[in-house]
């Protein structure tokens, strides 16, 4: 029996920075963004939207049509957490109206929180056909502004049912890690915008991306012609190509065909060259993008997914796309919403970057921008208060 994603949603701000704007008031030419780190927009989530109203309106299509009381399982990753104590997926679990028997509970390793989450509920739901996990990945990234990792900024959510027989992706049981203690990117529980060594943390990704893809080929005895496809994580879109260049130079293809990478890693980088890093989701949104965007049937063929968690940890997997995936695929949905933000004037996008939400848990009260069907409405007695926008 397989286990593996059933369906998956994604979920993003209604509200974009055009990089060219950002360019022009930060004095750099824009093709460094558009060309060089391969992004055009980035996602700027305004103040009634944070990572569980993101995560529970990308799962709301999801459990639109029923099936809540298969849920036994709700695993939040994120690395925006917004309580030290409490998970995130409580708040989510509630707004989503999910049952009482159910563990919710919330992970952290940077962006690979999002992968570990979906591989522990892929072990517990593994022969048990009629139960269902939820894994929610949702972040918001910030830099300084001015920062080199100021136009890398961006904000999504993927939810994923995972289950026994699914739908969409199986999972197969099969590798590749690599953990190791560094300081590359990380947020002090005192900062609200992370610190980054942007370029180290570049060539960690890319070398941890050859010893993960080295781990998965000693465990599988499988060669890189045995993919159809590859999703990568995507702090920027353009280290999709740097990546898959080091698998195949490491598969002794020299000289690398530009062609070839293109094939391999194109179809999935439309969603986040509009979006930006999503941190856990990223991987996530960039497989939604790949199975909504790609024309040749991938039926029974093999994705290889690559997580990257900065401090860090890597991990390399793959899974076997489902007969009749395209029947759960929630397409026309994920275009509508990219299609449909509204665009910030730069002003904007600074005035929401330092509107500065008291930390005192002083009551205060959001004004209501666009969102999903979830908003984060205030602060009561230092108590969230979340509800359904109107
Ligand atoms: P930078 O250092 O200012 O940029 O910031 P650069 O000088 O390296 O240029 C970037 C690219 O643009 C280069 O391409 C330039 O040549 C090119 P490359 O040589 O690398 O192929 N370029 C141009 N191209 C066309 N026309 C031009 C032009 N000018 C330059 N005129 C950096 C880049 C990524 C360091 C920065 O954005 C940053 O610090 N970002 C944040 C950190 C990050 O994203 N790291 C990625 C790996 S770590 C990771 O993925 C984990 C993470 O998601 C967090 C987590 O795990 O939780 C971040």
């Known amino acids: 029996m397989t286990t593996g994603i059933d369906r998956l949603s994604f979920y993003t701000s209604r509200y974009y920075l055009p990089l060219d704007v950002l360019a022009n008031q930060r004095g750099v030419e824009y093709e460094k963004f558009r060309t060089g780190l391969g992004q055009e927009r980035m996602g700027v989530a305004p103040p009634d939207e944070d990572v569980v109203t993101m995560a529970a309106n990308a799962a709301e299509p999801l459990l639109r049509d029923g099936g809540k009381d298969e849920i036994e399982l709700v695993l939040f990753a994120t690395e925006t957490g ?15 109206g999910l049952p009482s028997t159910c563990r919710v509970v919330e992970l952290k390793e940077a962006c690979y929180g999002g992968t570990a989450a979906l591989q522990l509920a892929a072990a517990m739901m593994a022969g048990r056909p009629g139960r269902k996990a939820l894994v929610l990945t949702a972040d918001i990234a910030r830099y300084d502004l001015a920062s080199p990792g100021e136009p890398t900024q961006g904000c999504g959510a993927v939810a994923m049912l995972v289950s026994a027989n699914p739908r969409l992706l199986a999972i197969e049981p099969e590798c590749g890690l690599h953990a190791e203690d560094l300081m590359d990117f990380w947020r002090p529980n005192y900062r609200d915008e992370a610190l980054v060594d942007g370029r180290y943390s570049t060539r960690v990704y890319l070398t941890t991306a050859e010893k993960a893809w080295a781990d998965y080929v000693a465990r599988s005895g499988r060669s890189i012609d045995d993919f159809a496809r590859f999703c990568y994580h995507l702090p920027f879109t353009n280290i999709a190509r740097k990546a898959h260049e080091r698998l195949l130079k490491a598969a002794g293809r020299h000289p ?6 293109e094939h391999a890693v194109a179809e999935g980088l439309a969603y986040n060259r509009q979006t930006g890093n999503s941190y856990t989701a990223c991987l996530y949104e960039s497989l939604a993008c790949l199975l909504d965007g790609c024309q040749e049937n991938l039926e029974g063929r093999r994705l290889g997914l690559f997580s990257y968690g900065s401090g860090c940890m890597a991990e390399f997997f793959s899974g076997i796309v489902q007969p009749g995936y395209r029947q759960v695929l929630l397409t026309e949905h994920h275009r509508r919403l990219l299609a449909e933000r509204t665009e910030l004037k730069y002003h904007e996008y600074e005035d929401i970057f330092n509107l500065k939400v008291p930390r005192d848990g002083w009551n205060y009260v ?3 921008y666009r969102t999903g069907p979830f908003r984060f409405g205030g602060i009561e007695g230092h108590k969230r208060r979340y509800e359904r926008a109107t």
Do not use: Y
Request: charged share 10%; hydrophobic share 50%.
């Open 82 to 96: 917004i309580d030290q104590s409490k998970a995130a997926g409580l708040f989510a679990h509630g707004l989503l």
């Open 256 to 261: 690398v065909d530009p062609q070839q990478v």
């Open 366 to 368: 959001f004004a209501q």
